[in-house]
């Protein structure tokens, strides 16, 4: 596993686990990265500083590891997994509850906002120039992280 500073085009910065380098490049190209913050998916690579540390001929790469830290790293690890099944909760209620209107978020959402159509609860996707448009109108909205469907 790989753990990767990443940034999206409105210079947000968050951390995310990968395979392999591979995993990244695939998932960045498919457009399946997404910020956390502003939902952007042009996603890239931060500047960061490289984790160096003694090697060990551990297996499992954690021969100096303190308790602590490997109950610190148990720990992060299963957070993760417990936010990752949230997020993959949360994914499954919008979905069975919520239209889905694409590209045409910003725009279905302003015809709501405005009267023009009934009230409904959509999803969808937005640039980050729409969603900055939106926000400037007063229209309230949320972005979640959007999770790739699991293969069967």
Request: aromatic fraction near 8%; hydrophobic fraction near 30%.
């Amino acid at each position: 596993m790989i753990l990767y500073q990443l940034q999206c085009d409105n210079r947000h910065e968050f951390e995310a686990w990968f395979r392999d380098s591979n995993a990244f490049q695939t998932q960045s190209k498919r457009k399946l990265l997404s910020c956390p913050a502003c939902g952007s998916t042009k996603v890239s690579k931060a500047l960061m500083a490289p984790r160096i540390g003694r090697k060990t001929n551990s297996e499992a790469g954690y021969a100096n590891e303190t308790a602590e830290m490997a109950e610190s790293r148990i720990r992060v690890t299963q957070e993760m997994t417990e936010l990752k099944d949230k997020l993959a909760e949360i994914q499954r209620e919008v979905e069975a509850n919520c239209d889905y209107v694409g590209r045409e978020f910003a725009e279905e959402a302003r015809k709501i906002h405005y009267g023009e159509t009934d009230v409904r609860g959509i999803y969808g996707e937005t640039t980050s120039d729409e969603s900055e448009a939106l926000k400037d109108e007063g229209i309230e909205f949320t972005s979640i992280p959007w999770l790739p469907k699991e293969n069967a």
